[in-house]
């Protein structure tokens, strides 16, 4: 494991995607909310959340980390045959959070392959990929052909850093 004790803590980052082809009837259910299972969309959105609370017991010589927020998009496009699978993670640390929100992004995608394998078993996951990351010495890093891609089809909401919280102002005596 790399020692990371002497790095200062900072912001960290990370925005990761994964798409995972269906059928479209299989989406067609997944939209209506009618597989069995339940909604297989909020059911992802959670196991992406606790998967990045919990990706240092599933990797090995990587950092337990405090994280500050999780986040997990989850969206069916019909007309493209893809469920599309944004995570976010964000963490003041002193080491990056990158394998926190593929993590996140993966173990959601596995989510509604499980929820909807009994209509679909040739279902594929297609891509997963980190889309950026921010903080750390390396700074700032986007994957540079995720604009363009992002042009082409439907994406799912985007998570900017958040803004600094106002100082509290003291109560008038």
């Not at 269906?22 to 939209?31: D, F």
């Not at 993670?89 to 929820?115: K, N, S, W």
Request: net charge positive; hydrophobic share 40%.
């Amino acid at each position: 494991m790399i020692d990371v004790g002497e790095k200062e803590r900072t912001s960290r980052i990370a925005v990761a995607r994964a798409e995972l082809r269906c059928s479209k009837e299989a989406l067609k259910l997944l939209n209506e909310g009618r597989l069995e299972k339940g909604d297989a969309l909020a059911a992802a959105r959670i196991s992406g959340i606790m998967a990045a609370k919990h990706t240092p017991a599933l990797l090995p010589l990587c950092h337990t980390i405090a994280l500050a927020g999780a986040d997990v998009d989850v969206a069916a496009d019909e007309p493209a045959g893809l469920v599309r699978i944004e995570a976010r993670v964000h963490a003041i640390e002193r080491t990056g959070v990158e394998m926190e929100a593929l993590t996140a992004a993966c173990a959601a995608a596995l989510t509604v392959y499980d929820m909807m394998k009994r209509h679909d078993r040739g279902m594929e996951l297609i891509s997963l990929r980190l889309v950026r990351k921010s903080g750390g010495r390396s700074g700032e890093w986007h994957r540079p052909d995720e604009e363009a891609r992002a042009r082409e089809t439907a994406s799912t909401a985007r998570w900017e850093e958040p803004a600094p919280k106002a100082a509290k102002k003291p109560p008038k005596p």
